[in-house]
């Protein structure tokens, strides 16, 4: 494929409700623009776009993929993204690279909660947006309901472009209301254009209304005209739609029915058309936060926005070109590194096919593969500027792993460090304390795909298991207690002999004091007792815990002149601590997190209910100030009942609120909680 130069390319990004028919919307795109000679079906699994095996399997996109459509000499890179809540980190990616968002809707389902999700992930970006409401020759679906109901959420700058042509009750085509004509479709999606039905002519008054009021508030020309009775031309219609796409004034409305090919045409001018380029926002925002103008014949540079792990072919890393011309083989600095890297080979990617091509303009999105920069990367020329990193959602999900075969657990952590280096929703570590490989995601599903990954690129087995919570053990009181190791054996014998003190000490550690009078005590064997102590904390009395914030005080005891050494010293210090500690009023403390909860108003009393029953404390409840309407719930919770709390917020508020949790302290837990804790720990031992 040749190269397009900057005007010519546009980048879109599909986004919507899981199901709503965005990868048939690019399939559609794509066949119908002849980049592909077959109209790939998602119940079949021969789609370009969901090629990878887990989205063939489930018949979800897990995955955001990208092809180019060329449409009247205008390459549009259309990136279809997941709808599920699991991958939203692939949409944050896409969103990063995209000029504008279409946002797929279903005509039967209306407004979902992934359409609202979308709406805020578009307007959060800054990107131009659309509306194309799919499925709209159900005969359940009702445009003008929807319409209305798009309204009430979204605003009056949604307006209709196209609309349905009923006949008879049914949905027999579509009207273009800036052209002013009818489209019939065939089973090609190939239209007939036709004049406007008699009976559609009222129904086409009113949405052409809707449309010319928003096209005359983009400038005072077309107000006058409007107001004035004048026409307003099909070409003055088309400028104003683009420039009030551009500014967020206008979100263009489109109907169709993506597995018809219904609609797509239209669809397709319209992107053409008046859909922006890259440089049409004329500057990048960069990781300081700073304007940095977008120079089209300027020094090259890239930012990458996507890494795939691929075992066959290498890294692949996905970018697009900020400024400049890219070229194969040249040479760029790595701004977070500071070295620099050789792009070698540049491609165009359809789905998994990878095309070569000599260079890419301003605003054109490409892959190179095996280069060492990572996901967020700017590669320059200049290596000056950095821009702005893809903004992720923090993965709260936690899940051990298991290998299903023994001796896997190297094999476990590099599957794993590859996986990491392509979804920056994934976050590793190994417990020192718990011994657990620890996993984290944005849900079940998300790592349940990742698992999936692990076995097919890396014939790794893996099972998923309840993460082990890190309970300590403290004392509330104190107590005196005698430890005394005495062994005689041949030649010389052990002793140790010690009178300590506990009692609740300040910080995690021990707090080791000593008050001997008359050497009862040698100075030389106490730094064994302190050591023979902070050994024992390492197991508590209780449940084997670590035990924390523990004074002790050696304050009398007796040695040997020759069967006295530090080992016997050791032994007695134990001997005390394992005698002493159940006389102090040993207690189990738990973790406990600060938590905050993004909600909808309405669905605040359901979040409270459910951290009651999860031993929340609420600590405060405020507006939110970004999204009127919306709340911030925080709250102190148990980190033992935060397990499953990714699933069960999305239960109670259909997928709408999020959250962040991060440990800040130990406290005591509840009594009937520690009985539950210690015969856990006994039936485990």
């Not at 980049?35 to 063939?56: A, L």
Request: charged share 25%; proline share 4%; aromatic share 8%.
């Amino acid at each position: 494929m040749a190269s397009i130069d900057m005007k010519r390319i546009r980048n879109l990004v599909l986004m919507g409700h899981s199901g709503s028919g965005k990868t048939s919307l690019a399939e559609a795109m794509l066949y119908l623009s002849g980049g592909s000679d077959r109209f790939g079906k998602v119940p079949e699994g021969n789609t370009v776009f969901d090629f990878d095996p887990e989205s063939i399997r489930r018949k979800i996109s897990v995955a955001s993929s990208q092809a180019p459509v060329m449409w009247k000499d205008i390459k549009i890179n259309v990136i279809d993204t997941p709808g599920y809540p699991g991958f939203t980190g692939e949409i944050s990616q896409a969103v990063r690279v995209a000029d504008s968002a279409i946002i797929v809707v279903d005509a039967r389902s209306g407004i979902q909660v992934g359409t609202e999700l979308a709406w805020d992930k578009a307007t959060e970006a800054g990107l131009p947006k659309a509306i194309f409401i799919n499925k709209f020759d159900d005969n359940e679906a009702r445009f003008a309901k929807l319409l209305n109901a798009l309204h009430e959420q979204f605003g009056r700058a949604i307006c209709p472009v196209t609309i349905p042509m009923v006949r008879d009750g049914e949905v027999r085509g579509a009207i273009d209301l800036i052209a002013q004509e009818a489209h019939s479709f065939d089973d090609r999606g190939t239209h007939s254009v036709l004049p406007i039905p008699e009976e559609n002519m009222e129904a086409v008054e009113e949405f052409r209304e809707m449309l010319l009021e928003a096209v005359a508030g983009t400038s005072e020309d077309l107000m006058n005209k409007y107001f004035g009775g004048e026409e307003i031309s099909y070409m003055e219609i088309c400028n104003a739609v683009h420039e009030g796409i551009i500014h967020g004034d206008i979100v263009p409305c489109f109907c169709g029915c993506a597995t018809k090919l219904w609609g797509v045409w239209t669809l397709l001018n319209s992107i053409s058309e008046s859909f922006p380029r890259h440089s049409a926002k004329g500057s990048e925002v960069s990781i300081e936060g700073q304007e940095v103008e977008i120079v089209p014949e300027g020094a090259p540079a890239i930012f990458i926005y996507k890494t795939i792990a691929d075992p066959f072919v290498g890294k692949m890393s996905f970018f697009k070109v900020m400024n400049g011309t890219v070229k194969g083989d040249l040479t760029l600095k790595n701004v977070r590194t500071g070295g620099t890297e050789k792009l070698g080979k540049i491609y165009t990617v359809k789905g998994k096919t990878q095309t070569e091509v000599a260079e890419l303009f301003c605003g054109d999105i490409g892959m190179v593969s095996k280069l060492s920069a990572a996901t967020g990367d700017t590669l320059s020329w200049t290596g000056e500027v950095a821009y702005a990193p893809v903004v992720y959602p923090e993965p709260f999900y936690v899940k051990s792993l298991a290998p299903k075969a023994k001796g896997d657990e190297d094999k476990i952590s590099t599957a794993v460090s590859k996986l990491l280096e392509e979804d920056m929703t994934l976050k590793y570590e190994v417990n020192p304390e718990t011994a657990q490989m620890l996993l984290s995601g944005l849900g079940g599903t998300h790592l349940e795909n990742t698992l999936a990954k692990m076995k097919a690129r890396y014939g790794v087995e893996v099972v998923l298991g309840e993460k082990k919570i890190a309970y300590r053990e403290t004392i509330r009181k104190s107590c005196k207690v005698e430890g005394k190791h005495k062994k005689q054996s041949g030649g010389h014998g052990q002793y140790g002999h010690v009178k300590i003190e506990f009692s609740p000490g300040e910080g995690e550690g021990l707090t080791f004091t000593e008050s001997i009078f008359g050497g009862s005590v040698p100075k030389n064997f106490h730094p064994a007792v302190e050591k023979g102590l902070q050994e024992c904390m390492a197991k508590g009395v209780l449940a084997g815990f670590p035990v924390v914030g523990l004074a002790a005080n050696l304050y009398d005891g007796s040695y040997h002149d020759v069967d006295s050494s530090e080992m016997s010293f050791k032994m007695a210090a134990g001997i005390a601590f394992r005698e002493g500690l159940p006389q102090c009023a040993p207690v189990i403390l738990e973790p406990v997190g600060k938590l905050r909860v993004f909600t909808p108003d309405n669905q605040m009393g359901d979040v409270i209910g459910d951290l009651n029953k999860r031993r929340g404390r609420i600590m405060g409840m405020e507006q939110d100030e970004k999204k009127r309407g919306w709340s911030i719930v925080e709250a102190e919770v148990p980190e033992a009942e935060m397990g499953d709390y990714v699933h069960a917020l999305r239960a109670i508020s259909q997928g709408r609120a999020s959250f962040t949790y991060y440990y800040d302290h130990y406290e005591e837990a509840p009594a009937n909680v520690a009985e539950k804790i210690i015969a856990a720990s006994k039936e485990a031992k």
